[in-house]
């Protein structure tokens, strides 16, 4: 039998489900959480957490039903919990969340045809191939939609699927192809070493789209390179430059006639746990190191090694995008390059936008409900 206890030792209710599993709640946590604190419409919290002691206390705990009934006394009134609600968040277990894929590295043997495809007509107009085409691109980083017509805005229509676009200092969408006047290497005919987009940016944009319209040219073939592997080798093969590279930040910036944009990044950005979040890796926007001159060469070595490592075969995944194709690809994870191409041998344009990740987990969600 289910049952619950008040525990005023050490102010927790404990439950026991009859199915063996057991928490402790911590009163001012029940309280904080009951759900008549929450605006029945907005489903925000309007229960003032300084309303009440630290060490408050329910009169009474009695479970009816399906749900566990606090009695808070004369002021507080009665806090009545679902018992699934509650068995769903167990302190010290993580909340379930649609969001959160299993992410799979990869290295080179991935290839081109390990690459997650799915048709713009589905994503369009299929929840389900949707979602399918969501958990896969965020499992593997990258992604491929074939089928989508000739037209700039179907590419868009695909990102606009997910989420708002990201603007940045580029637009809300951006034209990649050689242009007179570049304010951007990609904006050229030359070869683009594998890089991660915008680390000069506060928040650097997170899935990027490009929708090839032509790639007629001779060379202008595309590469990646899953940054969460190279991080993982270079942690097992050399911990010290892992350990300056995710501890030390550095400086990027762009800047042109509009703009100067500056932030600071680590290279391998950690969570609490220590597991890798996102890779920053730019060359061509890296700012002119500004560490102390007795740590400006062992910071290059670490950085050397990275670098070493995204240029090493056994990362690489290629493939030359044909018109009617998009690339989808975690900015945040993923590195990606071009081959230079010839622009007097065709006509290269790509269409591209952003999407943060913010707004990708929150379809995810959505559409898991
Ligand atoms: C970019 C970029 C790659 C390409 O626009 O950020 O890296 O294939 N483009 O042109
Ligand atoms: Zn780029």
């Not at 499992?139 to 699927?161: C, N, P, Q, W, Y």
């Not at 969460?228 to 762009?254: G, Q, T």
């Not at 890779?279 to 060469?297: G, M, Q, S, T, V």
């Not at 006509?347 to 995810?364: I, K, P």
């Amino acid at each position: 039998m289910t049952e619950a206890t008040l525990r005023a030792d050490t102010r927790t209710v404990h439950i026991q489900w009859n199915d063996g599993a057991s928490a402790d709640y911590p009163f001012i946590w029940l309280r904080d959480n009951g759900p008549e604190g929450f605006h029945a419409d907005t489903k925000e919290r309007h229960f003032d957490l300084l309303s009440v002691p630290v060490d408050v206390a329910p009169k009474a705990v009695t479970l009816n039903g399906g749900a566990l009934e606090l009695d808070w006394g004369d002021s507080g009134g009665v806090s009545r919990f679902d018992m699934d609600w509650l068995k769903a968040h167990r302190p010290g277990c993580a909340f379930a969340d649609p969001a959160k894929v299993a992410i799979e590295t990869w290295r080179a043997d991935l290839g081109s045809s390990g690459v997650p495809r799915a048709h713009a007509d589905d994503v369009l107009t299929n929840d389900t191939a949707l979602h399918d085409w969501l958990c896969a691109t965020k499992r593997t980083g990258l992604s491929m939609i074939e089928g989508l017509a000739d037209s700039r805005d179907v590419g868009i229509e695909v990102a606009r699927r997910i989420g708002f676009l990201r603007e940045t200092n580029f637009g809300t969408t951006f034209e990649v192809k050689s242009k007179p006047n570049p304010n951007n290497l990609a904006y050229t005919a030359d070869r683009l070493p594998l890089h991660t987009d915008l680390p000069n940016q506060e928040l650097p944009p997170g899935y990027q789209f490009l929708h090839c319209l032509a790639n007629e040219a001779m060379g202008g073939g595309s590469l990646f390179c899953d940054g969460y592997a190279v991080a993982a080798d270079l942690k097992s093969d050399d911990p010290a430059a892992y350990d300056l590279l995710s501890r030390i930040s550095i400086p990027f910036r762009f800047h042109d006639a509009e703009y100067d944009i500056r932030r600071r990044h680590k290279v391998i950005a950690l969570d609490d746990t220590g597991a890798v979040t996102e890779i920053r890796f730019n060359a061509h926007i890296a700012d002119a190191l500004d560490l102390p001159a007795d740590a400006i060469e062992p910071y290059y070595q670490a950085y050397r090694r990275f670098m070493a490592l995204t240029r090493d075969p056994a990362y690489l995944v290629t493939l030359k995008l044909a018109a009617g194709e998009m690339v989808v690809f975690d900015n945040r994870r993923v590195l990606h390059g071009r081959e230079a191409f010839d622009p007097n041998t065709g006509y290269r344009h790509l269409h591209g936008c952003y999407v943060d990740r913010g707004e990708f987990d929150s379809r995810l969600r959505v559409l898991s409900r």
